[in-house]
């Protein structure tokens, strides 16, 4: 898996992490979520770069351009429901891709530290021979990746995966290096050192699809 880390670098991305994780603006669920879009557009401009690329003729009023445009068949897949901001963002900039759902969520054993994840629901077009770009704004452990992909399968087999996050932390992004494809592309704003005893990235945000959406029961 290749691995681009945009917080070591200093760009206004810095900007957006900062108030995703700040527990007064975060009250602003609007914002909240406006952050997480606006990091999914500077994400998605990045992943552009390493598109597939062909020369076509664009008419003008005036005459004819040659351009360089992407041509890659992209099936954006959105995490439910933390995932939906950051897929916004994605699909601003790839207004032309096929788009994926799924629902993933997890399930504390007897309330404890020990948790499943549990898919329930996944709407998707065929991947075969398409790029799949899975969307969910927290890496923890990595297991909902895990599952997600998993759930995935019957749905046919991409020619690539890229993995767009706000927010992983070191063992997740280990155990998504170990599961997926070697060409596999991640693409994160932040990487964090740990996880309590939780899975819960430390220190992290808290829980996205909560300050995005409200409490869930």
């Known amino acids: 898996m290749t691995i681009h880390h945009f917080g070591e670098s200093n760009t206004i991305l810095n900007q957006f992490i900062a108030e995703l994780r700040d527990r007064n603006i975060q009250k602003d669920s609007m914002?909240?979520?406006k952050n997480i879009e606006r990091i999914g557009?500077?994400?998605a401009y990045e992943m552009s770069k390493t598109l597939v690329f062909e020369n076509k003729n664009i008419n003008t009023p005036l005459g004819t351009k040659t351009m360089a445009l992407p041509v890659n068949d992209l099936v954006l897949c959105a995490v439910l429901r933390a995932?939906?901001?950051l897929h916004q963002?994605?699909?601003n900039y790839f207004d032309a891709a096929e788009n994926a759902f799924i629902s993933a969520y997890r399930n504390h054993l007897n309330s404890g530290e020990v948790f499943e994840v549990i898919v329930k629901y996944l709407a998707s077009p065929?991947?075969?021979?398409?790029?799949?770009v899975l969307i969910d704004p927290m890496l923890a452990t990595g297991k909902t990746l895990e599952n997600t992909y998993?759930?995935?399968q019957g749905h046919g087999k991409p020619k690539?995966?890229?993995i767009v996050s706000v927010i992983g932390s070191k063992e997740g992004v280990a155990h998504a290096k170990a599961i997926f494809p070697e060409n596999t592309h991640l693409w994160i704003a932040a990487i964090d050192e740990e996880l309590n005893d939780y899975g819960y990235i430390i220190p992290g945000?808290?829980?996205a699809g909560d300050l995005s959406f409200g409490i869930k029961l």
């Open 205 to 207: 945000l808290g829980d």
């Open 89 to 91: 963002g994605v699909q």
């Open 160 to 162: 690539q995966i890229h």
């Open 126 to 132: 065929t991947l075969n021979e398409k790029t799949l």
């Open 31 to 33: 914002r909240f979520r």
């Open 150 to 152: 998993e759930a995935m």
């Open 41 to 43: 557009e500077i994400l």
């Open 83 to 85: 995932g939906l901001p």
